[in-house]
């Protein structure tokens, strides 16, 4: 049976000293597969709800309602919360940061992470997302949830897995913030996985800033 383990993004102290944000902002995760198995300066994308696939996990798409993320299900940064920040570095490394992932992997014992191009493709999508509306969730602007995303690409997956992390200047401190929020690392070292798709996506308009999506998965 697939089962979805959604962690609901939660509201929580929003520390605006000379890094901003050194506190975590939000704490949550994202997990789908087939068996029971997503801080730091900035935000991460609390407490888990369960849902079967049996239930009806299909694609939902945008009606009337230009924005259908559920209510409650995502979080916006204060007017100026990161304003002292320096985002001029910042960049994403693809390969870079698979070796990360796979070097803290390699580390417990785990089988290493390959980049995807279906897996990048749902995460772009959701950065996008994010950075349109300037917030941090799990849910689409048209409802949809990881699960929706990565199926929309055609990829077939046995499980899916995303973690999401608003905020942060570098792969590198949003990695160190997932590695520090349980359900983050969770996702992270999910022996099943073999594959990853990673998207940065930057607006100097929003107060968030950057928005980083990482997607694990294993194909059917």
């Excluded at 209510?71 to 204060?78: L, R």
């Excluded at 304003?83 to 417990?108: H, I």
């Excluded at 022996?191 to 980083?212: C, H, I, N, Y």
Aim: proline share 5%.
């Amino acid at each position: 049976m697939l089962r979805v383990v959604l962690l609901a993004v939660a509201a929580a102290s929003l520390g605006l000293g000379a890094c901003s944000m050194n506190t975590a902002g939000l704490s949550s995760g994202f997990a789908q597969s087939d068996t029971a198995s997503s801080t730091s300066t900035g935000s991460l994308g609390g407490s888990p709800s369960t849902r079967s696939s049996l239930t009806g996990s299909g694609t939902q798409v945008a009606a009337l309602n230009p924005d259908m993320a559920p209510t409650g299900s995502y979080e916006k940064a204060p007017r100026g919360a990161l304003a002292d920040r320096n985002y001029s570095a910042t960049a994403l490394n693809p390969e870079r940061a698979r070796d990360l992932v796979n070097q803290y992997r390699a580390e417990k014992g785990l089988k290493p992470l390959r980049l995807n191009a279906a897996l990048t493709e749902a995460a772009k999508a959701h950065s996008r997302d994010l950075a349109k509306w300037d917030r941090i969730s799990h849910y689409g602007s048209d409802g949809s949830n990881p699960w929706d995303r990565v199926k929309r690409t055609g990829y077939k997956p046995k499980l899916a897995a995303e973690n999401v992390g608003t905020g942060q200047v570098s792969f590198d401190e949003v990695l160190v913030g997932w590695k520090e929020s349980e359900g983050h690392n969770k996702n992270l070292l999910i022996g099943d996985a073999r594959e990853m798709g990673l998207a940065l996506v930057q607006d100097p308009k929003t107060e968030f800033k950057s928005f980083w999506t990482l997607v694990i998965g294993a194909p059917m």
